[in-house]
């Protein structure tokens, strides 16, 4: 194997979608809780730190879920599964980049961030993949407060401390995780059935899931709104959310007449990355603008 080829390899463990898509929601907790006031430095530590962390993970996941991996269609390419990397130096490659995260961390923000980035992964490669996933259905609830706390983490590494907004935050990006994965196990259906992971349409089937994807869109459109409401976002924020959460409920919903559940369930996936990357930008953008004013008290 040539030396690009192995890089290749090496960058494919850490899973880089997931770690693009994890630094955006960094940013918006960050920038919610700065006010316009940026450490540039304490940023980007923040950013560097938890994106290593996260990667240390997905490295980790990579050897955990090797055999299963090998009996689904979108994973079976991976390194491990090919062989083109030992889990030895799949072991090895994960513990470095945990260490040099966790580490960046502790150097530049707060014991508390360390702590909240060290829960995620605990969740993640722990309670999530070593045990929860080939077990039951709730793995995927389990499996979002790790999801969530990124920008959690990012806002606590600015504030020292977990307040009302930190635990909207966490509210927020839990609910959003849940319809995300429904919807991404109902187009992967008969990969999920062939390595016998228990996610809730396997289990329970589409239609059950359908209902579920519906209660957590409407949970999450009402909980993202109350960050304007309380005052850690303004109303360009609120405007945003109230419509990207209508259309991504309205989705849902079609849910209940369509002919074809699979393309529905990539119409829900593919608008749940525009919603939550949407409201991460505006949280950073109106956040570094305005001040914190509750939008019921600008109202009134």
Same mark, same amino acid.
């Given at each position: 194997?040539?030396?690009?080829?192995?890089?290749?390899?090496?960058?494919?463990?850490?899973?880089?979608?997931?770690?693009?898509?994890?630094?955006?929601?960094?940013?918006?907790?960050?920038?919610?809780?700065?006010?316009?006031?940026?450490?540039?430095?304490?940023?980007?530590?923040?950013?560097?730190g938890l994106s290593l962390v996260i990667a240390?993970?997905?490295? $980790?996941?990579?050897? =955990?879920? #090797?055999?299963? @991996?090998?009996?689904?269609? !979108?994973?079976?390419?991976? +390194?491990? &599964?090919? *062989?083109?990397?030992?889990?030895?130096?799949?072991?090895?490659?994960?513990?470095?980049?945990?260490?040099?995260?966790?580490?960046?961390?502790?150097?530049?923000?707060?014991?508390?961030t360390v702590g909240l980035a060290a829960f995620?992964?605990?969740?993640?490669?722990?309670?999530?993949?070593?045990?929860?996933?080939?077990?039951?259905?709730?793995?995927?609830?389990?499996?979002?407060?790790?999801?969530?706390?990124?920008?959690?983490?990012?806002?606590?590494?600015?504030?020292?401390?977990?307040?009302?907004?930190?635990?909207?935050?966490?509210?927020?990006?839990?609910?959003?995780?849940?319809?995300?994965? $429904?919807?991404?196990? =109902?187009? #992967?259906?008969? @990969?999920?059935?062939?390595? !016998?992971?228990?996610?809730? +349409?396997? &289990?329970? *089937?589409?239609?059950?899931?359908?209902?579920?994807?519906?209660?957590?869109?409407?949970?999450?459109?009402?909980?993202?709104?109350?960050?304007?409401?309380?005052?850690?976002?303004?109303?360009?924020?609120?405007?945003?959310?109230?419509?990207?959460?209508?259309?991504?409920?309205?989705?849902?919903?079609?849910?209940?007449?369509?002919?074809?559940?699979?393309?529905?369930?990539?119409?829900?996936?593919?608008?749940?990355?525009?919603?939550?990357?949407?409201?991460?930008?505006?949280?950073?953008?109106?956040?570094?603008?305005?001040?914190?004013?509750?939008?019921?008290?600008?109202?009134?």
């Amino acid at each position: 194997m040539d030396a690009a080829s192995r890089r290749r390899d090496f960058l494919a463990l850490t899973k880089p979608g997931i770690i693009g898509g994890n630094a955006i929601s960094v940013l918006g907790g960050f920038f919610l809780a700065a006010r316009g006031e940026i450490d540039p430095w304490l940023l980007l530590a923040t950013l560097v730190g938890l994106s290593l962390v996260i990667a240390s993970g997905c490295a $980790y996941n990579n050897v =955990i879920d #090797r055999d299963i @991996d090998a009996m689904m269609t !979108r994973t079976r390419g991976r +390194p491990l &599964v090919q *062989g083109r990397l030992s889990v030895a130096t799949t072991l090895r490659f994960a513990t470095l980049l945990g260490v040099a995260g966790f580490g960046l961390l502790a150097a530049f923000t707060n014991p508390l961030t360390v702590g909240l980035a060290a829960f995620g992964f605990a969740i993640y490669v722990g309670a999530y993949s070593l045990w929860l996933k080939r077990r039951s259905e709730y793995g995927t609830l389990v499996g979002s407060l790790s999801g969530a706390m990124p920008p959690v983490v990012g806002y606590c590494a600015v504030t020292g401390r977990f307040d009302v907004g930190a635990l909207t935050l966490l509210v927020i990006f839990c609910l959003w995780q849940m319809p995300h994965s $429904y919807a991404i196990a =109902i187009f #992967r259906l008969q @990969d999920y059935r062939a390595a !016998r992971i228990p996610v809730l +349409p396997v &289990v329970r *089937g589409i239609r059950t899931a359908k209902h579920y994807i519906l209660g957590y869109v409407l949970a999450f459109v009402l909980a993202s709104l109350t960050l304007s409401l309380a005052g850690y976002a303004g109303p360009g924020y609120f405007a945003v959310a109230l419509g990207m959460g209508a259309y991504w409920l309205y989705l849902a919903m079609q849910g209940y007449w369509t002919s074809n559940a699979e393309r529905w369930a990539r119409r829900v996936f593919g608008f749940s990355i525009l919603t939550i990357t949407a409201l991460s930008l505006m949280m950073s953008v109106e956040a570094s603008l305005l001040p914190g004013v509750p939008l019921l008290a600008a109202l009134g």
